[in-house]
């Protein structure tokens, strides 16, 4: 059974310095991950999605790697604004699986001070 | 805009008392998933459609139930909601063309569900 866990479970940084996130899986063999920000009380924003294949993607100031071999992924932020604040989850979805279920990570709440 | 809706946003029912949680989309998407997020935790799927086939997860209790009545809409049935039950219930949708082939999911801003 796939586990995915996220580390710290909450982050706080001045405005400015660069957010990492830390997402680590079970089982390598994903057809995808996902990283995605939720605010308070509301619903998830998908950020990013790297297939399987890739390494990276990159999306503004958002830059994510995955590892597959090594079961890991991090989200980096370039120059945090208080606008990030909000807690990350990363979720992966198993290879060849009917209707792309998603295992998601507990998720990293990040606090970025002005 | 294209988007995925949830009504309500909260909602408020009785132990023991039926309850309807509503998602519809303008994505056109094939597939419709529902999760269930309890307090700082992740989100649980609970079932979703692709197309018209229903897929239940098997610790999914029995107490849930979903209907699609067409692409655009899937309902959420929970028959005799229980303390427990109380969480943020998600819809999300995905296009799916082949089902061996994965994509971004889109995620409504939830209900959220309290049980009296």
């Known amino acids: 059974k796939q586990e995915v866990t996220q580390i710290p479970a909450a982050l706080s940084v001045p405005e400015g310095e660069n957010l990492v996130l830390n997402c680590s899986f079970t089982d390598s063999a994903i057809y995808n991950l996902q990283w995605f920000r939720q605010d308070p009380g509301k619903g998830l924003t998908s950020l990013l999605l790297i297939q399987s294949s890739q390494r990276e993607q990159t999306s503004g100031r958002l830059n994510a790697s995955l590892d597959k071999s090594s079961g890991r992924s991090t989200l980096y932020i370039a120059a945090s604004q208080p606008g990030d604040s909000a807690t990350y989850l990363c979720a992966v979805s198993p290879f060849k699986a009917a209707g792309n279920k998603l295992t998601f990570g507990g998720g990293t709440r990040v606090l970025v001070k002005p | 805009d294209a988007m995925v809706i949830q009504n309500p946003r909260y909602q408020v029912t009785q132990f023991g008392k039926p309850v309807t949680l509503s998602c519809s989309q303008t994505l056109n998407h094939n597939v419709m998933y529902w999760y269930q997020q309890k307090s700082s935790q992740a989100p649980k799927l609970l079932f979703h459609?692709?197309?018209?086939?229903?897929?239940n997860e098997a610790d999914t209790p029995d107490n849930f139930q979903s209907r699609r009545p067409n692409t655009s809409f899937c309902f959420l049935d929970i028959r005799s909601p229980g303390l427990g039950d109380a969480a943020m219930y998600l819809c999300?949708?995905?296009?799916?063309?082949?089902?061996?082939?994965?994509?971004?999911?889109?995620f409504g801003p939830g209900t959220r569900l309290t049980v009296l």
């Open positions: 459609y692709y197309d018209k086939d229903f897929n």
């Open positions: 999300a949708t995905s296009i799916i063309p082949r089902k061996t082939y994965t994509d971004t999911q889109y």
